[in-house]
């Protein structure tokens, strides 16, 4: 099986770059799984769960904000938040929680929240 390149960047770091067999991405139209040869596509995020699959194993990451960008090099993730899943808990967790909810009480566009919707509701079942 032909590997995928792969990158997933946030403004502090890069959480991930290598290879993988797919990703499935958290697309504001729906989630959609990237493999090798995929055809080009551009999409935003909506929050939810990246999951990195290769040689049989996932990475779960929680993602908020940012684009997805499939080329023919590969697949590069830019988000605004990237939490490993076992790292939604305790303070961590609380803060995403709460940024979610103030976020969610402003309102803003339809699409805005659209968004901060799906980041209480991905959130809720941490």
Do not use: C, W
């Not at 990703?23 to 799984?33: D, I, K, M, S, Y």
């Not at 080009?40 to 990451?61: D, H, K």
Request: net charge negative.
């Amino acid at each position: 099986m032909a590997k995928l390149p792969f990158s997933l960047v946030t403004p502090e770091r890069e959480y991930a770059s290598g290879e993988a067999d797919s990703v499935l991405v958290p697309g504001t139209e729906g989630l959609f799984e990237v493999q090798a040869n995929h055809a080009p596509l551009m999409s935003t995020l909506s929050p939810g769960i990246l999951v990195i699959r290769n040689a049989g194993t996932e990475r779960r990451l929680f993602v908020r904000g940012g684009f997805a960008d499939v080329n023919p090099e590969g697949l590069t993730v830019l988000a605004e938040v990237a939490i490993p899943e076992d790292e939604l808990k305790g303070d961590v967790l609380g803060r995403q929680k709460q940024a979610a909810q103030k976020a969610l009480s402003e309102g803003g566009t339809p699409e805005q929240v659209l968004e901060q919707q799906r980041a209480v509701d991905v959130l809720a079942g941490y």
